[in-house]
């Protein structure tokens, strides 16, 4: 913390507000337990990136082809980070410009599909993204949206479904990957089902994007035609997205980021996925997905001790729904109970929710940050007991606050690193 207040000087003496804040909100990162699924810490290193002069330079264009002069370390550091995510993906050919994981998808879109044309993705209550066709997105209105369901019985994905889906509306995209899905996606068979119907294969893999490159989680690098994701979640970089694709794509993603919908690339943005795509290639990366899918396991069994409902019944990945119908608290004051302990998720929506989205039946809660400070299956098995707390608790504030101090002893015993590899 101290650091941090030296590192804040200059915005301190400029711009006391701001400053406060910001030194404010680091201490909250610190102290509290963050479980949010898409959220982590990255290295002190990637904070650099981000934060340097690099946010001073225009660079419309691509290396060697941009529009504007004094490009000789913007295009050495942006083809730094198209190598390093082409190797740590396997990839043909890399875009690291969009701007963020839904600007990706559209790009996506923009290249594989024609306005009007049929787009098959997951529907949002049932995991997917707002961007693989939900009805209040871009995907959906300018895009003839068709989504496929998850199982009522199972939860899981009904590859059937797609398949029928798929013949009946012969889309031109099928979009598959989730923001709320704790299961293993077969991407090889929906690469069969959008071969059988002339589909092109879109893989959004912003959440799990670091289980796969540690290999815990099957890559859709080898059968997608198309895959996007964010640099922030799992894959522990900055706040932005990528594109991987099969050479014969590369061109008509290349202009659908730029100069279709995107101007000047962010380049600190680029220049901080470069140092984290190296950190990704470490052992140790390997030995953090690992770890996180040990974390979601135990965290998962601990709570079903406790006699929560998991979605699915588990977890394969790093996060999990825990569905509230059976506790006597809904899923928006748990998060709220929690948050006054010290324990930071969302609510959100359980599959065949019967209650409104912004008031949902669920929470979703996610172990890439806290792996990220190091918390193992100990600290699993107390987050767990901590979570049971607050459900039977939630109307007692002197409880809750006893569990903050308590979270806050764990958080202060194990700080968040400044260097990961
Ligand atoms: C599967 C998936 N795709 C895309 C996005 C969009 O990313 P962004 O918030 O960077 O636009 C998210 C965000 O959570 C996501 O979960």
Same mark, same amino acid.
């Given at each position: ?239 932005? *997205? +990528? #594109? ?5 794509? &590369? ?6 980021? =730029?100069?279709?919908?995107? %101007? $000047? ?25 690992? *770890? +996180? #899918? ?5 965290? &998962? ?6 006699? =929560?409902?998991?979605?699915? %019944? $588990? ?25 006054? *302990?010290? #324990? ?13 989205? =912004? ?31 607050? *459900? ?30």
């Amino acid at each position: 913390m101290r650091d941090f207040a030296e590192r804040v000087q200059f915005i301190q003496r400029q711009d006391p507000e701001v400053a406060d804040l910001l030194i404010r909100e680091q201490e909250r990162q610190e102290l509290v337990i963050r479980l949010i699924a898409s959220e982590n810490y990255v290295s002190r290193a990637v904070m650099e990136a981000t934060g340097s002069c690099l946010t001073n330079k225009y660079s419309e264009g691509y290396p060697g082809k941009r529009y504007y002069q004094g490009q000789e370390f913007v295009d050495k550091i942006e083809l730094l980070a198209i190598e390093r995510a082409k190797a740590l993906f396997g990839a043909e050919h890399v875009n690291v410009q969009p701007y963020s994981g839904s600007p990706a998808n559209l790009a996506a879109y923009y290249a594989l599909a024609e306005p009007g044309d049929t787009i098959l993705g997951m529907s949002l209550p049932h995991g997917g993204h707002l961007t693989h066709g939900w009805k209040v997105n871009f995907s959906a209105r300018f895009y003839h949206a068709v989504q496929y369901p998850i199982r009522p019985d199972t939860c899981l994905i009904d590859y059937d479904e797609v398949a029928r889906l798929a013949r009946e509306h012969k889309p031109k995209i099928i979009v598959c990957g989730a923001s709320a899905y704790p299961r293993i996606i077969d991407f090889t068979r929906f690469a069969e089902i959008a071969h059988e119907v002339g589909a092109s294969l879109v893989a959004d893999i912003a959440h799990i994007a670091g289980l796969v490159v540690a290999g815990v989680h099957p890559s859709p690098v080898p059968v997608a035609d198309v895959v996007t994701t964010t640099t922030h979640k799992s894959l522990r970089g900055p706040r932005g *997205a +990528i #594109i991987l694709c099969r050479a014969q794509y &590369a061109k008509s993603i290349d202009t659908a980021v =730029f100069p279709a919908l995107q %101007g $000047g690339p962010h380049n600190h943005t680029t220049a901080a996925m470069a140092v984290a795509f190296r950190e990704a290639s470490t052992p140790a990366f390997k030995a953090y997905g690992r *770890a +996180i #899918i040990e974390n979601a396991r135990t965290l &998962a069994a601990e709570l079903m001790s406790y006699g =929560f409902t998991l979605v699915t %019944g $588990g977890t394969d990945n790093h996060l999990m729904l825990v569905d509230l119908s059976n506790k006597r608290i809904p899923g928006k004051p748990m998060a709220r109970a929690l948050e006054q *302990a010290g #324990i930071i998720c969302n609510c959100n929506s359980v599959p065949f929710d019967t209650r409104p989205p =912004f008031d949902p039946s669920g929470i979703r809660l996610g172990v890439c940050a806290v792996t990220t400070r190091g918390f193992g299956p100990d600290e699993m098995r107390l987050i767990a007991r901590w979570i049971h707390e607050v *459900a039977e608790h939630h109307d007692d504030p002197a409880r809750l606050a006893s569990i903050r101090a308590a979270v806050r002893e764990l958080c202060l015993a194990k700080p968040v690193p400044d260097v990961f590899v």
